[in-house]
């Protein structure tokens, strides 16, 4: 049984229900036996680098891509055989896929005037959905006369108006600028809540999975390597590349010497993990659980020179060296407080350091 189903639910609490799905492409593994579940009224993220499976994932339960093995399941029902517009899933692309010629009514209608709904539900679907994304009164504009923002609304109101079990969403807000992709990000969610819809939503920001998400599922080389919400992703990665892709972070190599103890490059260094003594180990630790303290009065607690100092407005930045070479990083809230060449003690506690399992 996979990781995702793995996580207490009946598979009847799923929506969407991904079984080993293996895609190639010649000798390339996109997918390499991803399985998923997508809760009710959900908002769950496929995130990742370039290359890593999650468009191919999307575009499998959306039924663009047909998978080489495995299942796809929507509400229970196998739906490896039917086709993109008979999957009741609605889908907004990263450039939306706007009808240029079109009005924004004609570009809402669109998918129910496909499916032969009659005309004045057709109307009375369509103001709803611009509505909905608060755009009442831009149905007779087209797309060039709209924002990038507004172009996006419209986008999600077409998804919407055919009433689908799950909406797809690939990097819908890559083409916007990041005022404009912040505030994109709070309406969004916002919308999907109202909604109550079982989203799917594929970003390789992790900015924007962590904001959004109610879980996350990090992918690396066609396969998921955690699923998790956002807080226990960023707190308790299981591996280090989704340790080293969520957020700013330490990662220390070293050699286990027991007890929870690693020495890493001299620094004995205190964890609550375990692992057998002479193991190589990585240990994660998170800059802004470094402090810089005026002497040792944490679990771990060492002298280390300030080599940078990076001024980053809310936050300072300080690498930091040991004298026995080791480099990791401290983040600070408020003003510049040490130069670069300062001695320093820098400390954290042993729940801060965590041992990576697959290290």
């Not at 570009?107 to 499916?115: D, E, I, P, S």
């Not at 962590?210 to 707190?235: C, F, K, N, W």
């Not at 989704?242 to 620094?267: E, R, S, Y």
Request: glycine share 10%; with cysteine.
């Amino acid at each position: 049984m996979d990781r995702a189903l793995e996580q207490g639910d009946a598979l009847s609490d799923h929506t969407v229900e991904l079984h080993g799905l293996v895609k190639r492409y010649g000798a390339t593994v996109a997918l390499d036996g991803v399985s998923l579940g997508i809760r009710p009224g959900e908002f769950f993220t496929l995130l990742g680098p370039s290359g890593c499976g999650k468009t191919t994932t999307l575009r499998s339960v959306a039924g663009f891509v047909v998978p080489d093995a495995g299942d796809v399941l929507i509400d229970g029902a196998r739906v490896n055989a039917v086709p993109p517009h008979r999957r009741r899933v609605g889908m907004v692309f990263q450039h939306y896929a706007l009808f240029p010629h079109r009005t924004v009514t004609q570009n809402v209608a669109f998918g129910l005037r496909m499916q032969r709904v009659a005309k004045d539900e057709i109307t009375r679907r369509v103001a709803t959905a611009l509505a909905l994304v608060q755009l009442p009164d831009h149905g007779g504009r087209y797309p060039r006369e709209l924002s990038g923002g507004e172009q996006q609304r419209v986008a999600l109101a077409r998804a919407l108006v055919t009433q689908p079990s799950v909406l797809l969403l690939d990097e819908p807000l890559g083409a916007l600028d990041k005022k404009l992709r912040d505030h994109m990000k709070i309406e969004l969610k916002r919308l999907q809540r109202e909604v109550g819809i079982t989203t799917i939503y594929v970003t390789h920001d992790q900015e924007e999975a962590l904001t959004m998400s109610d879980r996350i599922a990090v992918m690396h080389r066609g396969r998921v390597e955690q699923v998790a919400t956002p807080r226990a992703l960023y707190e308790t990665p299981a591996t280090t590349f989704v340790a080293g892709f969520i957020g700013n972070i330490n990662l220390l190599t070293g050699q286990a010497t027991g007890h929870g103890t690693v020495d890493c490059h001299g620094l004995k260094i205190a964890t609550t993990g375990y692992a057998a003594p002479g193991a190589a180990v990585t240990v994660a630790l998170r800059p802004e659980r470094v402090r810089l303290v005026a002497r040792e009065s944490l679990d771990n607690t060492h002298a280390m020179t300030v080599t940078h100092v990076v001024y980053q407005g809310e936050t300072v930045r300080y690498v930091l060296r040991s004298d026995s070479g080791l480099t990791l990083q401290a983040v600070e809230l408020g003003e510049v407080r040490f130069a670069a060449g300062a001695r320093v003690h820098a400390g954290w506690t042993a729940d801060d350091a965590r041992i990576l399992e697959d290290a």
